[in-house]
Structure formats: structure tokens, C-alpha cells
């Protein structure tokens, strides 16, 4: 896979260190929700080692639930509709949700996400991303929390993938561009 990769941008020691502060955080934060219920809510199938590791680094009580919203299939395009699917119904109504994903660019699949939720009756619906393209199209959606700002390449490691693989890279780099132009 090595030979696929432009640069690493982040190694997984500045990976494991910006989870604990988010965790701690978001610890911090909500604290005083633990009695309503709180939620988080992976968006599969990219955010799943990032969701694995944040759990770990929240020390409140909550549930960890799945869903999957894909708007991108084996291309490396945005083709901008999102189809929600959850795997177990989740209990939303009252409950406080953090939506955790991978990557925020058009920022369609958290939109779709935080209107889907917010039509269930969720308590609250906040995000955190893992990542957030610097020079994304639409500024105006952003995340409540954000792990590092990337640079506008195609990235691929630490759960993103292209074409589904990459993801067990335990560190984030560029694709390069090669390898998903020939495609
Ligand atoms: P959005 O809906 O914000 O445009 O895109 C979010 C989704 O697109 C992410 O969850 C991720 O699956 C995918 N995505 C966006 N940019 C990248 C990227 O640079 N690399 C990879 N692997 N996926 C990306
Ligand atoms: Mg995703």
C-alpha cells in the first residue's frame, strides 16, 4: 500500500494525541447530559476506527450506535445525495447524539444526518469530525468538534478508504493522484 502514498499528514502519534483532547473535551462538555442518555453514533463505515478510539477516550457513560450514509460509492467525488440506512433502530427521542465521522467536505452527509436526527426527536444532535477539508465548497456547514484541518487532497488511512481499502492504515496520507485517476 506504501507505494500508493504521496505523504503522510498525520502519523499516529498526533492521531492518539488529538483523540484524548477531543475526548476530554467532549467529556468536559457533556457532563451534565449523562442522565439523558448520550449517544455515539458512527457513521460507517469510515469513521469507525476514529469512533473506536474517541469512545475509549470519553469517560462518561454512553451507547454506541451505527449508521451508515454514503454519498460517494467507488468514485472520488462527492456525487452529493446521501442515502441514510441504520442498522438497529435507534433510540433517539430525548437522548443527547454526537454524530462522529470521518471526514467533513461538501458537509452533505452531516447535514443529511443532523436533519435526520433532528426529525426523531433527539434531545440534541452535535458532530465531530475526525477531519475537516480546509478549502471545502460550502464554509457555512461546519462541525462542533473537529480532530485537524486537511488539506484539500484525496486522504486515505485511519478508517478512510478508496475503493474500500486503505482504511487499516494506522496513520492519514494522500492518495496519490495517480491511483484513483486511473480508475
Ligand atoms: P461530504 O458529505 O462532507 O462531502 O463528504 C463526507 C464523506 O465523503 C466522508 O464521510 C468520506 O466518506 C468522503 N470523503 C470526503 N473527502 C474524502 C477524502 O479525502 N478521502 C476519503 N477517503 N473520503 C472522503
Ligand atoms: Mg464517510
Do not use: W
Not at 502519534?13 to 483523540?19: D, F, G, N, P, Y
Not at 433502530?89 to 462522529?100: K, T
Not at 465521522?101 to 435526520?116: K, P, R, V, Y
Request: glycine share 6%; proline share 2%; aromatic share 8%.
Amino acid at each position: 500500500m506504501q507505494e500508493d502514498l504521496q505523504e503522510i499528514l498525520f502519523d499516529q502519534q498526533a492521531i492518539s494525541q488529538r483523540v484524548a483532547e477531543l475526548g476530554a473535551q467532549i467529556s468536559a462538555d457533556y457532563a451534565d447530559r449523562v442522565d439523558e442518555g448520550i449517544a455515539l453514533v458512527c457513521v460507517l463505515r469510515g469513521a469507525a476506527l476514529f469512533a473506536a478510539d474517541l469512545a475509549r477516550a470519553i469517560t462518561l457513560p454512553l451507547r454506541l450506535e451505527f449508521v451508515t450514509a454514503s454519498s460517494y460509492g467507488m468514485s472520488a467525488v462527492s456525487c452529493g445525495t446521501v442515502d441514510v440506512v441504520e442498522h438497529c433502530p435507534l433510540e433517539v427521542r430525548g437522548r443527547h447524539l454526537l454524530l462522529v465521522e470521518d471526514i467533513l467536505d461538501t458537509g452533505n452527509t452531516l447535514s443529511a444526518l443532523m436533519e435526520h436526527y433532528a426529525a426523531c426527536g433527539a434531545k440534541s444532535v452535535e458532530t465531530v469530525s475526525f477531519l475537516v477539508k480546509e478549502n471545502r465548497p460550502n464554509r457555512a456547514i461546519t462541525c462542533r468538534y473537529a480532530g485537524f484541518e486537511c488539506a484539500d487532497e484525496f486522504v486515505v488511512g485511519y478508517g478512510l478508504d478508496y475503493a474500500q481499502r486503505y482504511r487499516n492504515l494506522p496513520f492519514v496520507a494522500v492518495l496519490k493522484r495517480e491511483v484513483y485517476q486511473e480508475a
